[in-house]
């Protein structure tokens, strides 16, 4: 009986987490280190990075070309407002009760209260490399920089750059221009840009078949350099995070997609098994997008033109939780160094964290530099993220997960009015 692809990815995710995990319980039982670290270092490693590189060298083009298409198919510039509004709205909404989740349950548990200043100091000096490197790229958190960020003064350089949402801005704007100017030179345009898709879908098709090697390959890597017991001394702190991503997860969306956008929740999730899994082993949401869109179209029947609309700008603007993180990040940070913040200043936590996680990269990490400028904002040092660095790509894991379970959700409820229709149509 052949497996299906979620099925494999499974497989694969386990297998190679048994696997690494094994190694590293033999390397802390009297074996050779050395031939672990040449297998994770000379084979895994590179395999699953090659994966990684392979699926961001279509990240572009695929932004592009879909988001050109998607805008050019919904053909009416008020549907194409009416669907960014409702875009818009629930991505604010949801990203806010994240937020709020995760400030409710960092409020209760309070991790960071009492937390050993020696240990706190030694995290800090273990990490004092990574932590400067990292605040040295801080972005700025500024709205109105944000919002002229996204206009691009060369839509090339922007690509070059990796500026996702400049690039996808000016697709949007050559989409709105080919729906407004039908003559036969556009057309054929139109017909360019749908064939670069198409071809882009096709590679995507191609890749995708290599997931549950390349996630097997990634768990090995991470289970065998840290083990299982990857959490160490922040376990509290880390349980925080998973139990707000968890909550968010699998109590807000599946309510917001069964009661707003009417589709069964199990339905939802088992459609959405092997971008959820790719996104928790890749820790990339925009690594992620070909799958997502690939899930989207074939596993959750969603209409192409909004699904491709819809999940290629949520992948660089729809962070649930990347949101959720920072948030949460922050007030266990100014709990370590003894900062007792009020209902106000967490308020402006919220509102910082959702401006930020619209400009958070969609790449493992992405949101420490944001971490930081909040942190700087709170007059608190913004190299205290190097306390949490040891237990950061596990959480980056949990939280890209929760990132692209939140962007399909929010394309299932944009989709709902066309769905519906759809149906009707069809009975």
């Given at each position: ?16 987490s048994v696997a690494g995990a094994a190694a590293f ?403």
């Amino acid at each position: 009986m052949k497996l299906s692809l979620p099925a494999r990815v499974l497989i694969g995710f386990v297998g190679g987490s048994v696997a690494g995990a094994a190694a590293f319980w033999w390397t802390q039982h009297g074996g050779e280190a050395g031939v672990v670290s040449v297998i994770v270092d000379s084979i895994a490693q590179p395999a699953g990075q090659l994966f990684l590189k392979f699926l961001k060298m279509l990240v572009l083009p695929l932004m592009f070309s879909a988001l050109v298409v998607g805008v050019t198919e919904i053909g009416d510039i008020a549907s194409l407002g009416r669907i960014g509004w409702r875009m818009l709205f629930y991505t604010a909404l949801l990203t806010s009760i994240a937020i709020g989740v995760g400030l409710l349950v960092i409020n209760l548990v309070q991790p960071g209260v009492g937390f050993d200043p020696a240990i706190r100091d030694s995290l800090l000096a273990a990490n004092t490399q990574a932590a400067h490197e990292i605040t040295a790229t801080k972005p700025t958190l500024s709205g109105v920089q944000i919002i002229m960020g996204i206009v691009p003064d060369n839509p090339i350089k922007a690509a070059a750059n990796g500026d996702f949402l400049a690039v996808m801005f000016f697709a949007v704007m050559l989409g709105i221009a080919l729906v407004l100017k039908q003559t036969p030179a556009t057309a054929t345009f139109k017909d360019t840009v749908q064939g670069l898709l198409d071809l882009v879908m096709k590679l995507m098709e191609l890749i995708i078949r290599l997931t549950p090697y390349a996630v097997a390959a990634l768990m090995f890597s991470l289970t065998a350099r840290f083990g299982t017991d990857i959490l160490g001394r922040l376990g509290v702190y880390a349980f925080c995070v998973v139990l707000a991503i968890a909550i968010h997860m699998f109590v807000v969306l599946p309510l917001w997609v069964r009661y707003v956008g009417g589709m069964n929740v199990l339905y939802f999730f088992r459609g959405s098994e092997a971008a959820i899994i790719t996104a928790f082993s890749t820790a990339s949401s925009t690594g992620t997008l070909p799958t997502t869109l690939k899930v989207a179209e074939e596993n959750l029947k969603l209409p192409p033109q909004i699904a491709r609309f819809v999940l290629t700008i949520g992948a660089s603007a729809n962070h649930h939780g990347t949101a959720l993180f920072e948030g949460l990040t922050t007030l266990f940070l100014a709990q370590c160094f003894g900062v007792d913040l009020g209902i106000g200043q967490q308020i402006i936590v919220l509102g910082l964290c959702i401006v930020g996680s619209i400009g958070t990269a969609g790449v493992p990490a992405g949101s420490l530099p944001v971490i930081a400028v909040i942190l700087g904002y709170l007059h608190l040092p913004p190299e205290g993220i190097g306390i949490i660095l040891g237990v950061d790509r596990f959480l980056d894991m949990c939280r890209t997960a929760l990132n692209v379970t939140g962007d399909l959700a929010t394309a299932v409820v944009v989709s709902k009015p066309e769905m519906a229709a759809r149906a009707a149509a069809g009975a």
